[in-house]
């Protein structure tokens, strides 16, 4: 079975990266025709190089969605368990979309308030959790690497870590998407991880949905990376965050995703942590955040950032396959 899944996971791969080649470009250039252009933050709240990226085209996520869905669909078996990782990626895509629009029609950086797309997630989060669990078979259980075991904690808070990992990876992935190509690249760098883990778990669907992302993420950035021709917008951004939980959540590495998605959380904490410090002491712990800021306002070139934090995701994904392949062959 194996040997029969690498193939197809590579042609799934491919096929995602020349689809987005194919696409792009038609669809970049709709963008800019009906200016859905980005709209940035006000001066202060970003650094001052950002303010010359408004206006241009968003909402490229789209592309990342529809370079994913048509291979997936003609290249795989179709399990519950994969679609179940696309109806994530689809639905978390559709509440960042909703948010890309509200800010495109009202031309400003604000979108849909955080308590619903909070509210979305949880009923993303609510379907991942009945399905995982009453269709596919998912054990209401956490499993904890290295110590090679699992904690059953029942069905009730296991829904919690599921909003828990589905919300926190949504937001932290959209945290990260603050520089040309910055969450494509370390997205794709944790998809092939989950490639890796579900090609040895012999998850034979999941590897290929996986790997299909992968290959749009890629392509993605032939448009994405510096200087950018389109941003993935948050329909993007929520979209890869919601597929890399559900992703840990059908391969039961939800604790391993702390790993596996170390940029994101790092991404994530800085700005817990800037805003509860400086709440109490009216001090700030870093010049900006997310962090990708406080190194550009410390003097780092752009690329310099995202060439490092692509460095180090891919460092941190191998370390989680290495903890995931070490417990599984045990």
Same mark, same amino acid.
């Given at each position: 079975?194996?040997?029969?899944?690498?193939?197809?996971?590579?042609?799934?791969?491919?096929?995602?990266?020349?689809?987005? /080649?194919?696409?792009?470009?038609?669809?970049?250039?709709?963008?800019?025709?009906?200016?859905?252009?980005?709209?940035?933050?006000?001066?202060?709240?970003?650094?001052?190089? &950002? &303010?010359?990226?408004?206006?241009?085209?968003?909402?490229?996520? +789209? /592309?990342?969605? /529809?370079?994913?869905?048509?291979?997936?669909?003609?290249?795989? $078996?179709?399990?519950?368990?994969?679609? /179940?990782? !696309?109806?994530?990626? !689809?639905?978390?895509?559709?509440?960042?979309?909703?948010?890309?629009?509200t800010k495109v029609v009202r031309k400003r950086s604000l979108g849909l308030s955080g308590r619903l797309r909070m509210l979305g997630l949880l009923v993303v989060a609510a379907v991942l959790t009945w399905v995982g669990v009453e269709v596919v078979g998912l054990e209401t259980e956490l499993a904890i690497p290295v110590l090679d075991t699992a904690v059953g904690i029942g069905p009730f808070l296991y829904f919690i870590m599921v909003y828990l990992v589905v919300s926190g990876s949504a937001n932290a992935v959209n945290m990260t998407d603050g520089l040309d190509g910055l969450a494509a690249g370390t997205a794709a760098a944790a998809l092939v991880t989950y490639t890796a883990i579900a090609f040895v778990a012999e998850q034979r669907d999941l590897a290929i949905l996986s790997a299909t992302m992968v290959g749009a993420c890629v392509g993605f950035l032939w448009f994405n990376s510096f200087p950018a021709q389109v941003f993935m917008g948050d329909v993007g951004s929520y979209a890869l965050g919601g597929a890399i939980a559900a992703l840990a959540v059908m391969t039961q590495t939800e604790i391993l995703l702390i790993v596996i998605g170390g940029v994101f959380v790092v991404e994530a904490l800085s700005v817990i942590i800037q805003v509860v410090v400086f709440k109490r002491t009216r001090r700030r712990v870093f010049l900006m955040t997310p962090?990708? &800021?406080?190194?550009?306002?410390?003097?780092?070139?752009?690329?310099?950032?995202?060439?490092?934090?692509?460095?180090?995701?891919?460092? +941190?994904?191998?370390?989680?396959?290495? !903890?995931?392949?070490?417990?599984? $062959?045990?």
């Open positions: 079975m194996i040997e029969a899944l690498l193939p197809r996971a590579l042609i799934a791969m491919i096929s995602g990266a020349v689809l987005m /080649l194919f696409v792009g470009p038609r669809f970049i250039g709709w963008l800019r025709s009906n200016e859905v252009g980005q709209f940035v933050r006000p001066q202060g709240e970003i650094p001052d190089t &950002h &303010h010359e990226k408004q206006g241009t085209p968003t909402m490229g996520g +789209l /592309l990342i969605l /529809l370079a994913t869905t048509v291979p997936f669909i003609v290249l795989s $078996s179709r399990k519950t368990e994969a679609m /179940l990782v !696309l109806f994530v990626a !689809l639905a978390c895509g559709a509440i960042g979309f909703v948010d890309d629009w962090i990708h &800021h406080h190194f550009e306002m410390a003097g780092w070139s752009e690329t310099t950032i995202i060439v490092r934090f692509w460095l180090i995701a891919g460092i +941190l994904g191998a370390t989680g396959f290495t !903890l995931f392949f070490r417990d599984f $062959s045990l």
